[in-house]
């Protein structure tokens, strides 16, 4: 938790020397994450039979910056159990096994290349990757996920996958990965130099095992999960990075998909019947796999695609004229909303739990009434104060707020299919 105070302090002082208004926000929201009273510890928490019982401990607000040390911990979780659930539905086709790979390239200097640009390059490097055959021809499912790291020249981009695919030859496998990079270079006017003896990019294969592995040849399965979820970078690694360039990372407002399930993994509840379907489809068209499932442009091709989509407005939105104190004042109502029906959604879930925070604040299954009021209350609070302030959005990218039946009637945000709303962070169904 130190660390992401401290990590949050430079962030705002970096914001205030540049003068940027959005960072500034993010650091708000960042410093907020990590106060006592956002804290939880619970005890007696236990599973839906009441079998089992173990201690537990998370946030009640999470801010979901890229630079927050305690809500990338929770997107690590929450990724590896979604990898770990891949692993144990997808059904090999035959001659495909589970492989980890990591696609590496040159560190790229800091002072020329600031860190968003560089993920930026990879990005693209990694959509042309998997267009290419050498890909879509031997790959049937599998995770992605995005790491660096900071040393004395730069930042080191690389990518780590876990997939279930053909055995793929080394011979084949760098000579594409390089083509790929020296394409996103060059389209950024860069010339970097790769400096192996062959002149090619170094890509490390190792066999995924279930069991311990020996051997540089293979990792553990547990191991392999581990470096796909790390989610950018240790957190450390933000206090080493240059006050401008944090300022710039804080500015991004979406990020491309850093983490991503891929190909025939992406189904994961219906992976039985879409692995027969597959096999089938490869089946007869002579061997080769079922292409169709990995070409997944929505997610890989960044966020040009999503820009399309309706997006509800929210805190960061409001223009940047508003006075800090009133932007705050408008972020303690959120936080507040967000933790009170936390509160509520932990007491339903663990009825035989005690739950306490850092601040002492104490809340059980038997406090269930006066939570509900309490949320209901904050709930209600927030919407007023939104729907009060300067800008209440009554319209967004043409649509009648108002009149809209997928509409959040506490936020005015837009809901998705399953009724979470984007703006408010929440479900209403306390109603």
């Given at each position: 938790?130190?660390?992401?105070?401290?990590?949050?302090r430079?962030?705002?002082?970096?914001a205030?020397?540049?003068?940027?208004?959005?960072?500034?926000?993010?650091?708000?929201?960042?410093?907020?994450?990590?106060?006592?009273?956002?804290?939880?510890?619970?005890?007696?928490?236990?599973?839906?039979?009441?079998?089992?019982?173990?201690?537990g401990?998370?946030?009640?607000s999470?801010?979901?910056?890229?630079?927050?040390?305690?809500?990338?911990?929770?997107?690590?979780?929450?990724s590896?159990?979604?990898?770990?659930?891949?692993?144990?539905?997808?059904?090999?086709?035959?001659?495909?096994?589970?492989?980890?790979?990591?696609?590496?390239?040159?560190?790229?200097?800091?002072?020329?290349?600031?860190?968003?640009?560089?993920?930026?390059?990879?990005?693209?490097?990694?959509?042309?990757?998997?267009?290419m055959?050498?890909?879509?021809?031997?790959?049937?499912?599998?995770?992605?996920?995005?790491?660096?790291?900071?040393?004395?020249?730069?930042?080191?981009?690389?990518?780590?996958?876990?997939?279930?695919?053909?055995?793929?030859?080394?011979?084949?496998?760098?000579?594409?990965?390089?083509e790929?990079?020296?394409?996103?270079?060059?389209?950024?006017?860069?010339?970097?130099?790769?400096?192996?003896?062959?002149?090619?990019?170094?890509?490390?294969?190792?066999?995924?095992?279930?069991?311990?592995?020996?051997?540089?040849?293979?990792?553990n399965?547990?191991?392999?999960?581990?470096?796909?979820?790390?989610?950018?970078?240790?957190?450390?690694?933000?206090?080493?990075?240059?006050?401008?360039?944090?300022?710039?990372?804080?500015?991004?407002?979406?990020?491309?998909?850093?983490?991503?399930?891929?190909?025939?993994?992406?189904?994961?509840?219906?992976?039985?019947?879409?692995?027969?379907?597959?096999v089938?489809?490869?089946?007869?068209?002579a061997?080769?796999?079922?292409?169709?499932?990995?070409?997944?442009?929505?997610?890989?091709?960044?966020?040009?695609?999503?820009?399309?989509?309706?997006?509800?407005?929210?805190?960061?939105?409001?223009?940047?004229?508003?006075?800090?104190?009133?932007?705050?004042?408008?972020?303690?109502?959120?936080?507040?909303?967000?933790?009170?029906?936390?509160?509520?959604?932990?007491?339903?879930?663990?009825?035989?739990?005690?739950?306490?925070?850092?601040?002492?604040?104490?809340?059980?299954?038997?406090?269930?009434?006066?939570?509900?009021?309490?949320?209901?209350?904050?709930?209600?609070?927030?919407?007023?104060?939104?729907?009060?302030?300067?800008?209440?959005?009554?319209n967004?990218?043409?649509?009648?707020?108002?009149?809209?039946?997928?509409?959040?009637?506490?936020?005015?945000?837009?809901?998705?299919?399953?009724?979470?709303?984007?703006?408010?962070?929440?479900?209403?169904?306390?109603e």
């Amino acid at each position: 938790m130190e660390l992401a105070r401290s990590v949050a302090r430079r962030v705002e002082l970096a914001a205030l020397a540049a003068g940027s208004v959005t960072a500034q926000r993010v650091a708000q929201r960042m410093r907020r994450c990590g106060h006592l009273e956002n804290v939880w510890i619970g005890d007696d928490l236990h599973t839906e039979d009441g079998s089992e019982l173990y201690e537990g401990v998370g946030h009640l607000s999470g801010c979901g910056v890229r630079l927050c040390a305690l809500c990338s911990a929770d997107l690590r979780r929450r990724s590896r159990k979604r990898v770990r659930n891949v692993f144990q539905k997808v059904r090999r086709p035959d001659k495909h096994l589970w492989f980890f790979y990591t696609l590496t390239a040159p560190t790229l200097p800091r002072d020329e290349v600031p860190l968003v640009t560089a993920i930026a390059i990879w990005q693209r490097a990694w959509e042309l990757f998997r267009k290419m055959d050498v890909w879509r021809n031997n790959v049937y499912a599998g995770c992605k996920g995005v790491e660096f790291t900071v040393n004395e020249i730069g930042y080191h981009v690389h990518i780590h996958l876990l997939v279930c695919s053909r055995w793929i030859d080394e011979s084949i496998l760098r000579p594409a990965w390089t083509e790929c990079l020296k394409t996103a270079w060059a389209e950024r006017g860069l010339d970097v130099a790769i400096n192996t003896k062959d002149g090619l990019a170094w890509v490390n294969m190792q066999y995924v095992k279930n069991k311990d592995a020996k051997g540089k040849r293979a990792i553990n399965l547990d191991d392999a999960i581990k470096e796909v979820c790390k989610y950018v970078t240790k957190s450390e690694s933000w206090l080493d990075i240059p006050d401008s360039h944090l300022v710039e990372i804080a500015e991004v407002r979406r990020w491309p998909r850093l983490f991503e399930v891929l190909g025939a993994a992406r189904d994961a509840e219906q992976l039985a019947q879409t692995v027969t379907t597959a096999v089938e489809d490869a089946g007869a068209r002579a061997g080769q796999p079922a292409q169709r499932i990995l070409d997944t442009p929505v997610i890989s091709d960044g966020d040009d695609i999503l820009k399309r989509k309706a997006r509800a407005p929210n805190l960061m939105d409001l223009p940047a004229r508003m006075p800090m104190d009133k932007w705050i004042g408008l972020l303690e109502l959120k936080l507040a909303r967000d933790r009170a029906v936390r509160r509520l959604q932990l007491a339903n879930k663990y009825p035989l739990a005690r739950f306490r925070t850092l601040d002492g604040d104490r809340f059980s299954y038997t406090d269930l009434e006066e939570l509900k009021e309490k949320a209901i209350a904050t709930m209600q609070e927030w919407r007023d104060a939104w729907r009060d302030s300067e800008t209440a959005f009554p319209n967004y990218d043409g649509m009648d707020i108002e009149n809209d039946d997928h509409v959040c009637y506490h936020c005015e945000g837009l809901l998705t299919n399953k009724g979470y709303c984007k703006s408010c962070g929440w479900t209403v169904i306390y109603e």
